[in-house]
C-alpha cells in the first residue's frame, strides 16, 4: 500500500476517532462517570498523541459497527449491486459481476496504480462520512438521555436535532461517495473488457507480453 493511502486511511478513521471519543466522554459525564477533562491537553504533548492513537483505533474498531448497524439501516441493498444497476442504465452492453469489483480494481491498479488511488480516495471519504454520521446519531442519543434524566433544555433540544440533521448529511454524503467508488471502478474496468472474465483475461494475456519483451531487450 502507498504511503497516500496511508494518509487516507488515517484521515478515515482518525477524524470519526475523535468524534467517538469526544461522544464516549459525554456519555461519562451526563451517566455521573469518570470522564477526562478537555483542559489537560493545553499543556501535554504526549496525551495529545495519546488520544490521537487512541482516536485511530476507535475509528477503525467502530468503523464495522458504523456499516452493519447504521448504514445498514438506510441502505440495505448490496452497495456494489446497486452502483452497477445505475451504471448499467448508461453501458447495458456490460456484463460485469459487481460483487466482484475487488478483481476489477486489482487490474486496474496493476495497470495504473495513479488511478487506482483517486478510485480509492472514494471509499476512504465514504468511510470517513460513514463513521462522522455514526458518531453523530451517538451524540444526538446522549443528549436525549441527558435530556430525559434531568430535563430538557432549548440548547438540549436544539444539539440533538443540530447532530441529527448532520448525521442524516453526512450519511447521504457517505452513500454518494460509495457509489463514486464502485462506478469509477465499472467505468475504468471497462477498457479491459466487457465482462469480468475478459477483464481477468486482459490481465493474464499482459503477464506473457511481457516476457516477451524482457527476452526482446535482452537478445
Known amino acids: ?44 504533548l504526549w ?13 477503525h474498531i467502530l468503523t464495522s459497527l458504523s456499516f452493519r448497524i447504521w448504514f445498514r439501516l438506510f441502505y440495505r441493498h448490496e452497495r456494489s449491486e446497486r452502483a452497477y444497476n445505475k451504471f448499467k442504465l448508461r453501458m447495458s452492453d456490460v456484463d460485469f ?13 496493476r495497470d495504473n496504480s495513479d488511478i487506482a488511488q483517486v478510485i480509492e480516495k472514494n471509499i ?32 438540549n433540544i436544539t444539539t440533538a436535532i443540530l447532530s441529527l440533521s448532520a448525521s442524516g448529511l453526512a450519511l447521504r454524503q457517505s452513500a454518494k461517495y460509495d457509489g463514486w ?16 472474465e475478459e477483464v481477468i483475461n486482459s490481465l493474464k494475456a499482459e503477464k506473457p507480453a511481457k516476457r516477451s519483451s524482457k527476452r526482446k531487450n535482452k537478445g
Open 1 to 44: 500500500m502507498s504511503v497516500s493511502i496511508g494518509i487516507f486511511d488515517l484521515y478515515s478513521f482518525m477524524i470519526p476517532g475523535l468524534l467517538y471519543l469526544f461522544v464516549f466522554n459525554e456519555a461519562a459525564r451526563v451517566m455521573k462517570m469518570s470522564y477526562f477533562d478537555l483542559s489537560l491537553l493545553k499543556d501535554n
Open 47 to 59: 496525551l495529545g498523541v495519546g488520544i490521537l492513537v487512541l482516536a485511530y483505533i476507535t475509528g
Open 97 to 109: 459481476e459487481p460483487k466482484k469489483w475487488s478483481i476489477l480494481l486489482a487490474v486496474i491498479r
Open 124 to 155: 476512504v471519504d465514504a468511510i470517513m462520512f460513514r463513521n462522522v454520521s455514526f458518531g453523530l446519531a451517538l451524540f444526538a442519543m446522549v443528549q436525549i438521555v441527558s435530556g430525559v434524566a434531568t430535563g430538557f433544555t432549548p440548547i
Open 181 to 196: 467508488f464502485f462506478n469509477s471502478v465499472f467505468e475504468h474496468a471497462v477498457t479491459f473488457g466487457r465482462t469480468t
